[in-house]
């Protein structure tokens, strides 16, 4: 994801991440992203630091399954329905509105 600009969440990641995909990301990509478990080593929009990463996903088997894991991790813990509803679910359970 070699976004330069974006603002908020960015869906295409939190996709990648549930696809399975070795995601790689640049520092507009992450933003808004809770990264606790994402493993990449470099989060960086310099070309060559970039590629290095990508070339890393590709050719080092372990690092690539870092990457999926991490992202499907982040995608369990932060993003799943419960996470992501529990609020507005408990408001809406705590009102009287009769639907």
Known sequence: MPL???????IKV???FSFGKATIL???AIQGI??????QKRISIEP???AEEIINALYDQEYKEK???GGIKTIK???NPEACYSELIEK????????
């Open 4 to 10: 330069r600009f974006a603002n908020g969440i960015k």
């Open 14 to 16: 939190l996709e990648s």
């Open 26 to 28: 640049s520092p507009a």
């Open 34 to 39: 809770n990264f606790t478990y994402f493993p």
């Open 48 to 50: 060559d630091i970039f």
């Open 67 to 69: 990457l999926i894991k």
């Open 77 to 79: 813990e932060f993003y």
């Open 92 to 99: 809406i359970s705590s009102t009287n509105y009769i639907f």
